[in-house]
């Protein structure tokens, strides 16, 4: 299956009244404020979905600043959600995609297999005026489906600290060199890790660039193959993009160090280069 869809493909699809359920992983910095933007303008039959409360578990220094959410938030938000086994899921956000991409890799690595990121997502689709609704959106679909953790593969901190291949950061230069960090409590990054920032695989609009051209920014950081690999940010939502970018791509099998700079960081003991 596709990691993307289209604007126009969703479109009609929404036209044709054909079994989708399409989530808006709207967020903003102020508490509940996420759900407000949804309410004044979002693509019509989408159901909101909140990635500070349903796409991250709680914060702290053994777990990271947004660990995984735990199996009964999963549950709860498979049924606020209405997901289920006849209907593909498609993500968005109104943003670069980092959240819609978050909620892609979660709902993989949680056994959903039918997901798909909208290319662009909101401002492509306002772009292309394809029309919005306003209000609380659709109501959910029955949910036949239970989370099922595990599906693509997790590094733990002492994965990647005895890892022997490529550790790729995908978070800014700046951040990897230690320049500027405003999220975590140290700059830097792990000692051997190479950058590949996931803003490189996206065009001007955010829509990912094409396979061919996203193989060459990893071909030449000598990366050609997910094998062996291992792939990181602050806190997954970096990390999430560029995995979503390497399958788009063909290049499949890396892992995730979820957890990334936000756990490495707050333990003293662990080494940093910048």
Excluded at 114 to 132: M, S, T
Excluded at 157 to 171: M, T
Aim: overall charge negative.
């Amino acid at each position: 299956m596709t990691v993307l869809i289209s604007p126009s493909t969703l479109a009609e699809s929404i036209h044709a009244g054909k079994k989708r359920t399409v989530l808006a992983a709207f967020w903003a910095p102020i508490e509940g404020a996420g759900h407000s933007v949804f309410c004044s303008e979002h693509i019509p039959t989408s159901i909101f979905c909140d990635p500070a409360t349903e796409l991250a578990g709680l914060p702290s220094s053994s777990d990271g600043r947004n660990p995984l959410p735990p199996l009964n938030l999963l549950t709860r938000s498979f049924r606020h959600w209405g997901l289920n086994t006849d209907r593909e899921v498609v993500l968005y956000d109104q943003g670069r995609g980092l959240y819609a991409a978050r909620a892609w890799w979660i709902l993989r690595w949680a056994g959903i297999p039918n997901v798909r990121i909208l290319d662009g997502g909101f401002q492509e689709w306002e772009n292309r005026n394809l029309g919005h609704a306003g209000g609380p959106g659709n109501f959910p679909h029955f949910c036949n489906v239970r989370p099922n953790p595990g599906q693509l593969e997790v590094a733990t901190i002492d994965d990647v600290k005895a890892h022997q291949g490529i550790l790729i950061d995908a978070r800014d230069e700046n951040r990897f060199a230690g320049r500027s960090e405003k999220l975590d409590l140290k700059a830097g990054h792990i000692p051997g890790a190479i950058n590949i920032n996931a803003k490189t695989l996206l065009r001007e609009d955010f829509t990912f660039k094409s396979p061919e051209e996203i193989r060459a920014i990893f071909a030449e950081k000598g990366v050609t193959s997910g094998e062996n690999v291992t792939v990181y940010s602050g806190s997954g939502n970096h990390s999430s993009q560029l995995l979503a970018g390497m399958e788009h791509a063909g290049i499949t099998g890396a892992s995730h160090y979820f957890a990334g700079w936000s756990q490495w960081s707050a333990n003293p003991k662990n080494p940093i280069e910048t």
